[in-house]
């Protein structure tokens, strides 16, 4: 739990410390923030640089996946107690070995929920991240093409990009 505690101190201070960036143009959104509110709660940071529609799927992720791993944690430790008792009171091999296969199908599905749920965090932070440096990102319909005549071609191919 401590060493929990200090990872999680260390990406703070790390986003801290990559959010201070100088610009020419001050940015809206503050990068370090959103990640912030990312780490507090997956999906928070999207809804800080309102990206609304990404809010549901990080935070039900982390929450369908939060919910498995405690489910399969329960069911592993309910079978391992049972895979005990049966070794302990001589049950068959058969049963045994059922016992065995499903604490251990409990456990894989227990670790798979644990990486997922850790995938979709971090996911959450660096979008949120993505998310507050490119809120200011000029996404107009500046650049144009045609095709028609021009003072020296009577049919040329025209672009014309403004910034």
Not at 40 to 58: D, S
């Amino acid at each position: 739990m401590r060493s929990l505690s200090i990872l999680f101190i260390l990406v703070i201070a790390s986003c801290a410390a990559i959010g201070k960036a100088d610009s020419a143009k001050p940015m809206t959104k503050n990068p370090t923030t959103a990640v912030i509110y990312s780490l507090c709660l997956p999906g928070l940071g999207q809804a800080y640089t309102e990206n609304f529609w990404k809010v549901p799927l990080f935070t039900g992720t982390a929450i369908v996946t939060g919910w498995l791993f405690f489910r399969n944690n329960a069911d592993f430790n309910n079978t391992s107690d049972l895979y005990d008792q049966a070794r302990a009171s001589g049950a068959s091999a058969e049963t045994t070995a059922l016992l065995l296969r499903q604490r251990e199908a409990f456990r894989d599905n227990r670790d798979l929920s644990g990486v997922i749920f850790l995938l979709a965090y971090g996911l959450a932070a660096v979008d949120a991240y993505v998310g507050a440096h490119l809120y200011d990102f000029d996404v107009s319909d500046d650049v144009s093409m045609g095709i028609g005549p021009t003072r020296t071609h009577l049919l040329a191919l025209n672009m014309s990009v403004s910034f």
